[in-house]
């Protein structure tokens, strides 16, 4: 099954490397993903997101607000 990534931020450093650590975290699990990121502010918001940047993974919001570890990144993509 192909998992959904998207990386919710306006392209700050901390969203640059949160995509970097979710595709490194993807390979790493040997799935099969698309990552997106999302760098328009209403679409942010559209996922209830205030704080960037946002983990969302298959439509679901895992994190916002903060940079988590690759291990953290891991157990939410899994």
Not at 24 to 50: H, P, R, T
Request: hydrophobic letters at 45%.
């Amino acid at each position: 099954m192909k998992r959904e990534i998207k990386i919710l931020g306006t392209g700050c450093a901390k969203c640059i490397k949160l995509a970097a650590l979710a595709k490194q975290a993807a390979i790493e699990l040997g799935i099969e993903y698309e990552l997106e990121k999302v760098s328009d502010i209403n679409d942010i918001i559209s996922y209830g997101v205030m704080l960037t940047p946002a983990l969302v993974v298959d439509g679901e919001v895992k994190i916002a607000g903060s940079l988590p570890s690759i291990d953290q990144i891991i157990d939410y993509i899994k």
